[in-house]
Protein backbone atom coordinates (compact mmCIF):
# COMPACT_ATOMS: atom_id res chain seq x y z
CA UNK A 1 0.00 0.00 0.00
CA UNK A 2 2.51 2.38 0.52
CA UNK A 3 5.13 1.61 -2.16
CA UNK A 4 1.64 2.30 -4.75
CA UNK A 5 1.13 5.85 -2.85
CA UNK A 6 4.83 6.68 -3.36
CA UNK A 7 4.14 5.57 -7.66
CA UNK A 8 0.80 7.08 -7.70
CA UNK A 9 2.31 10.63 -5.77
CA UNK A 10 5.53 10.50 -8.18
CA UNK A 11 3.83 9.75 -11.55
CA UNK A 12 1.44 12.85 -10.48
CA UNK A 13 4.37 15.30 -10.07
CA UNK A 14 5.91 14.01 -13.03
CA UNK A 15 2.67 15.26 -14.98
CA UNK A 16 2.81 18.42 -13.39
CA UNK A 17 6.20 18.80 -13.33
CA UNK A 18 8.46 21.55 -15.44
CA UNK A 19 11.47 21.34 -13.69
CA UNK A 20 13.28 20.28 -10.48
CA UNK A 21 12.95 23.04 -8.27
CA UNK A 22 17.02 23.73 -8.43
CA UNK A 23 17.01 27.18 -10.70
CA UNK A 24 18.29 28.95 -7.67
CA UNK A 25 21.07 27.02 -6.95
CA UNK A 26 22.43 26.50 -10.47
CA UNK A 27 21.60 30.26 -12.46
CA UNK A 28 25.11 31.54 -12.94
CA UNK A 29 25.45 35.05 -11.60
CA UNK A 30 26.13 36.49 -15.06
CA UNK A 31 22.56 35.05 -16.04
CA UNK A 32 21.08 36.03 -12.97
CA UNK A 33 22.01 40.25 -14.07
CA UNK A 34 20.70 39.44 -17.70
CA UNK A 35 17.38 38.41 -16.32
CA UNK A 36 17.47 41.42 -14.31
CA UNK A 37 17.41 43.55 -17.42
CA UNK A 38 15.24 41.32 -19.03
CA UNK A 39 12.37 44.62 -19.19
CA UNK A 40 14.49 47.29 -20.22
CA UNK A 41 16.37 45.41 -23.29
CA UNK A 42 13.32 43.97 -24.49
CA UNK A 43 11.50 47.32 -24.20
CA UNK A 44 14.38 48.86 -26.31
CA UNK A 45 15.17 46.60 -28.55
CA UNK A 46 11.53 45.60 -29.97
CA UNK A 47 11.11 49.41 -30.16
CA UNK A 48 14.16 49.37 -32.92
CA UNK A 49 13.74 46.40 -34.32
CA UNK A 50 9.93 47.92 -34.87
CA UNK A 51 11.47 51.62 -36.15
CA UNK A 52 14.05 50.32 -38.89
CA UNK A 53 13.53 46.78 -39.13
CA UNK A 54 12.13 45.38 -43.13
CA UNK A 55 8.34 45.62 -42.90
CA UNK A 56 8.03 41.69 -43.47
CA UNK A 57 10.22 40.96 -40.58
CA UNK A 58 8.75 43.46 -38.19
CA UNK A 59 5.52 41.57 -39.27
CA UNK A 60 7.11 38.31 -38.14
CA UNK A 61 8.04 39.58 -35.17
CA UNK A 62 4.61 41.18 -34.04
CA UNK A 63 3.20 37.99 -35.14
CA UNK A 64 5.75 36.09 -32.69
CA UNK A 65 5.37 38.19 -29.51
CA UNK A 66 1.43 38.73 -30.05
CA UNK A 67 -0.88 37.35 -27.14
CA UNK A 68 -1.28 37.20 -23.64
CA UNK A 69 0.86 34.66 -21.66
CA UNK A 70 -0.96 31.59 -21.10
CA UNK A 71 -0.82 28.70 -18.45
CA UNK A 72 1.87 26.42 -18.69
CA UNK A 73 0.02 24.14 -16.74
CA UNK A 74 -3.40 22.81 -16.08
CA UNK A 75 -3.31 20.46 -19.21
CA UNK A 76 -0.64 22.13 -21.52
CA UNK A 77 1.85 19.48 -22.64
CA UNK A 78 4.89 20.60 -24.41
CA UNK A 79 6.42 17.29 -25.60
CA UNK A 80 6.85 16.52 -28.92
CA UNK A 81 8.22 18.16 -32.16
CA UNK A 82 7.89 21.89 -32.97
CA UNK A 83 8.99 24.08 -35.77
CA UNK A 84 11.31 26.74 -34.44
CA UNK A 85 12.38 30.20 -35.25
CA UNK A 86 15.41 32.44 -34.22
CA UNK A 87 14.58 36.19 -34.28
CA UNK A 88 17.93 38.50 -33.24
CA UNK A 89 16.94 42.24 -32.48
CA UNK A 90 19.83 44.70 -32.08
CA UNK A 91 23.98 44.78 -32.09
CA UNK A 92 24.42 45.76 -35.60
CA UNK A 93 20.94 45.24 -37.27
CA UNK A 94 17.51 46.27 -35.53
CA UNK A 95 15.80 42.58 -36.94
CA UNK A 96 17.14 39.25 -38.36
CA UNK A 97 14.54 36.97 -39.04
CA UNK A 98 16.08 32.82 -39.46
CA UNK A 99 13.81 30.54 -41.49
CA UNK A 100 12.37 28.03 -39.49
CA UNK A 101 13.92 24.75 -38.12
CA UNK A 102 13.11 21.34 -35.92
CA UNK A 103 13.27 21.51 -32.30
CA UNK A 104 11.96 18.88 -30.03
CA UNK A 105 10.46 19.03 -26.21
CA UNK A 106 10.73 16.18 -24.29
CA UNK A 107 10.08 15.07 -20.47
CA UNK A 108 13.10 12.85 -18.94
CA UNK A 109 10.87 13.04 -15.73
CA UNK A 110 13.17 16.31 -14.01
CA UNK A 111 10.90 18.34 -16.56
CA UNK A 112 10.99 19.66 -20.11
CA UNK A 113 13.69 19.19 -21.99
CA UNK A 114 14.45 21.20 -25.13
CA UNK A 115 16.69 20.62 -28.36
CA UNK A 116 17.18 22.52 -31.28
CA UNK A 117 17.87 19.67 -33.55
CA UNK A 118 18.42 21.98 -36.77
CA UNK A 119 20.49 24.59 -38.32
CA UNK A 120 23.71 25.60 -37.65
CA UNK A 121 23.23 27.03 -33.97
CA UNK A 122 21.60 24.73 -32.03
CA UNK A 123 20.55 24.88 -28.24
CA UNK A 124 19.68 22.15 -25.83
CA UNK A 125 18.23 23.28 -22.32
CA UNK A 126 15.92 22.99 -19.60
CA UNK A 127 12.82 25.07 -18.11
CA UNK A 128 11.74 26.21 -14.68
CA UNK A 129 8.75 27.02 -13.78
CA UNK A 130 9.08 30.79 -12.31
CA UNK A 131 5.38 31.08 -12.46
CA UNK A 132 1.53 29.97 -13.53
CA UNK A 133 2.87 31.80 -16.93
CA UNK A 134 6.16 31.98 -17.39
CA UNK A 135 9.28 30.10 -17.27
CA UNK A 136 13.19 29.83 -16.94
CA UNK A 137 15.01 28.51 -19.86
CA UNK A 138 18.30 27.64 -19.11
CA UNK A 139 20.28 26.45 -21.56
CA UNK A 140 23.69 25.94 -23.69
CA UNK A 141 24.06 27.08 -26.88
CA UNK A 142 26.29 24.79 -29.56
CA UNK A 143 27.17 24.94 -33.12
CA UNK A 144 25.54 21.54 -35.12
CA UNK A 145 28.57 19.33 -35.57
CA UNK A 146 30.29 20.28 -32.07
CA UNK A 147 29.34 17.86 -28.78
CA UNK A 148 26.07 19.33 -26.92
CA UNK A 149 27.18 21.55 -23.50
CA UNK A 150 25.31 21.19 -20.78
CA UNK A 151 24.51 24.84 -19.03
CA UNK A 152 27.57 25.76 -16.45
CA UNK A 153 29.65 23.97 -18.30
CA UNK A 154 31.32 26.46 -20.73
CA UNK A 155 30.15 30.00 -19.29
CA UNK A 156 30.63 31.64 -22.85
CA UNK A 157 27.84 29.05 -24.16
CA UNK A 158 25.10 29.57 -21.55
CA UNK A 159 21.78 30.68 -22.41
CA UNK A 160 18.74 32.19 -20.24
CA UNK A 161 15.84 33.01 -21.37
CA UNK A 162 11.89 33.94 -20.27
CA UNK A 163 9.55 31.60 -21.32
CA UNK A 164 5.84 32.25 -22.20
CA UNK A 165 3.38 30.47 -23.90
CA UNK A 166 1.69 33.35 -25.91
CA UNK A 167 -0.74 31.04 -28.06
CA UNK A 168 -2.10 27.34 -27.76
CA UNK A 169 0.58 26.11 -29.29
CA UNK A 170 3.04 28.51 -29.31
CA UNK A 171 6.02 29.38 -26.85
CA UNK A 172 8.55 31.94 -26.82
CA UNK A 173 11.99 31.76 -25.64
CA UNK A 174 13.28 35.64 -24.98
CA UNK A 175 16.86 35.96 -24.40
CA UNK A 176 17.89 39.23 -22.74
CA UNK A 177 21.87 40.09 -23.62
CA UNK A 178 22.48 36.81 -25.11
CA UNK A 179 26.55 36.48 -25.30
CA UNK A 180 26.98 36.17 -29.49
CA UNK A 181 25.37 39.10 -32.15
CA UNK A 182 22.45 40.80 -31.17
CA UNK A 183 21.25 42.59 -28.12
CA UNK A 184 17.84 40.41 -28.05
CA UNK A 185 16.77 37.01 -29.29
CA UNK A 186 13.60 35.00 -29.65
CA UNK A 187 13.32 31.34 -30.50
CA UNK A 188 9.37 30.65 -31.38
CA UNK A 189 8.16 27.10 -31.25
CA UNK A 190 5.26 26.43 -32.76
CA UNK A 191 2.91 23.24 -33.72
Known sequence: M????VIILLSCLTVAAHADGVLP???TPEDTARLAQFDSVKAAT???ARAKGAPA???VLDAALAGTPLKTEDGFDATGKWTCRTIKLGGGLPLVVYQPFKCVIS???AGWFLKKVSGSQRTQGRFYTDSATRMIYLGAGHIWDERPRKYGEKAEENQVAVVERLGKDRLVLQF???VLESDFDL????R
Do not use: F, M, Q
Open 57 to 59: DVK
Open 187 to 190: LVLE
Open 25 to 27: TII
Open 107 to 109: DDG
Open 2 to 5: RLSG
Open 176 to 178: PKP
Open 46 to 48: VAE
